[in-house]
């Protein structure tokens, strides 16, 4: 007990302190429970339930050759605003002669739904497509394990729970880059009407018929195209012939 000292009615500066202590342990409650799941759910620890398949592979997507990449988020809170991207690190020589040292080239990326905001529900394939503007164009299946490069790959996402940023990284070179093959399918779905995701053949790959270089592919298409348009030439000028009589000797 108090003893003979007590809080009463008639004391108003103790009622006052009392209520500032209570209101006071309470905020200060609030504040280390707040600092202790902010150290749990910490980015760092959250970039560490997003994986990436351990292999980049390269085949035809949508009549286009691409480089396609796996990526999958672990945890079922979702990241928001998610983007993707890449940086292709590779010595250069300039036309004045002067070499660079890792030059960093960008790479898009992008998902049939485009390449902002990915919704993580299931494994997402990524691709670049390898076009005329690609720095991996002028390369081919023979001449690929040749090559000098780093594919570093970015992940920048904001965490549901806490609001704070993450980025996620990975890289492959040229021998973990796979010519000729696809992601083996890991979705599928059950007789209750429920999908089912097969994380033991997420970075599993399957040989495909693949064109051995970008700049075969589209010549071919090109050919092809000429092939039922027809060719123009230019040098052909029409002049009319006239009728001849045969005559006799």
């Not at 990436?52 to 945890?75: D, E, M, T, W, Y």
């Not at 919704?119 to 076009?131: A, G, M, N, Q, V």
């Not at 693949?210 to 027809?230: D, M, R, V």
Request: with cysteine; glycine share 6%.
């Amino acid at each position: 007990g108090y003893g003979f000292r007590c809080v009463t009615e008639q004391c108003a500066t103790a009622i006052f302190l009392l209520i500032f202590q209570s209101i006071l342990g309470v905020i200060i409650n609030s504040f280390m429970c707040g600092a202790i799941l902010a150290k749990i759910s910490r980015s760092k620890n959250r970039a560490k339930t997003i994986t990436f398949s351990k292999n980049a592979v390269i085949s035809k997507r949508g009549g286009k050759l691409c480089l396609l990449i796996r990526v999958a988020n672990l945890r079922k809170s979702l990241l928001i605003g998610s983007h993707i991207y890449g940086k292709l690190l590779k010595s250069t020589i300039t036309p004045e002669g002067e070499t660079i040292i890792l030059d960093q080239v960008n790479i898009e990326f992008v998902v049939d739904a485009g390449n902002e905001n990915l919704f993580f529900i299931s494994p997402l394939t990524i691709y670049h497509i390898i076009d005329k503007n690609s720095p991996f164009f002028h390369m081919a299946a023979e001449t690929l394990l040749q090559q000098d490069f780093e594919l570093v790959v970015f992940l920048d996402g904001t965490v549901e729970a806490t609001s704070a940023t993450c980025q996620v990284r990975t890289s492959y070179i040229p021998e973990e880059v796979l010519w000729g093959y696809r992601f083996a399918p890991i979705v599928s779905k059950t007789k209750e009407g429920k999908y089912r995701v097969d994380f033991q053949n997420f970075s599993k790959t399957v040989a495909v018929d693949t064109p051995h270089c970008a700049f075969c592919l589209y010549n071919e298409k090109e050919a092809k195209a000429k092939e039922k348009k027809g060719y123009d030439n230019p040098g052909f000028v029409l002049s009319e012939v006239n009728e001849t009589t045969d005559t006799k000797m």
